[in-house]
């Protein structure tokens, strides 16, 4: 049975397209919500506690009865600049890692190689709050975090750039394509990066700003359940992990009286009654699970045909 070599490639062409078209698109949703993030909170609205979405569209409203909507665009600003870095940074990482691979320079790969084992050794929860409680508490923000998450993320996305680059045959497809004239700078950025090592820095770059991300969520959530500072924004400015919290506090509630007094009473507790959260809840896990569609589509899009 004969296979059809370039309609496979055309069909894979497309999927790549679509891929990169809906990763764009959310890009784009992410970037306009941290555009858009108000400075402040509106006032508490006494009229609109607990408020479901139909009540005060499109989210519903807090415990406050401040609109979710708030929520969603102060929590993409606080991310956004601090994963697209991070993401950013392993992604040079990777490139120089698989580039020295190519370049054949002994000190340099053994160098790097040393980095990686260093920096892979290290807790990285453990360093990423060393270094949260050593951020003077006026200048709270998710990038030093962020920094530091992307160089302890940056050895597995290293090797495995290099082992790419390595698989190439490393000095000696340099040394075979200046053989037949190509200049260093189109070997090492189109040959080398564009064409081989593209789908390890998009999928290492995508995984580590989704990782952020998740990070920023986990310890802002650690913060509101301890009812502490937070370690990654002001104060004034509110998380995704807050409608989480909230939530998860009416899905705690909707399952205990679900175990003792059944669903009836617990859909009337956790879903229709007036102090309801269910609806942030939701949210909170949509906009977790956007985040980590957004980071599949550019890996897909990235995949090599």
Known sequence: MSVDVQKVRRTGSAWNTAWLIIGLLLL????????????RLPSPDMDHLFAKPWEVPPFGADTKGISLVHY?????????????????????FSAFAGLARCAGVTWLDTVLQVFSEIA????????VLVVAFVVPKEYVSLYPLAIAWAILAAPGAMDEAAAAAGR?????????????????????????????????LVRQGAEVLMQVVFL??????????????????????????????????????????LFKEGFGKAWEVGV???????????LGLVLVALVALMAQAFRLAARQR
């Open 168 to 200: 190439l045959g490393g000095a000696r497809f340099v040394e075979a394509l200046r053989a037949h004239g190509f200049s260093l700078t189109r070997i090492y950025l189109y040959h080398i990066t564009w064409l081989n090592l593209r789908s390890v």
């Open 28 to 39: 784009a949703a992410f970037v306009a919500a941290a555009v858009s993030a108000p400075e």
């Open 72 to 92: 969603v665009l102060q929590g993409a600003g606080i991310v956004l600049g601090p994963s697209a870095l991070a993401g950013v940074m392993v992604m040079i």
């Open 216 to 257: 920023e969520i986990a310890l802002s959530y650690l913060a509101d359940f301890k009812r502490q500072p937070a370690l990654t924004r002001p104060e004034l400015i509110k998380s995704w992990a807050s409608p989480l919290y909230d939530g998860f506090q009416s899905a705690v509630l909707f399952g205990e009286t």
């Open 120 to 127: 892979g050794a290290l807790p990285r929860m453990v360093v």
């Open 272 to 282: 229709t009654s007036d102090m309801a959260m269910l609806h942030a809840l939701v």
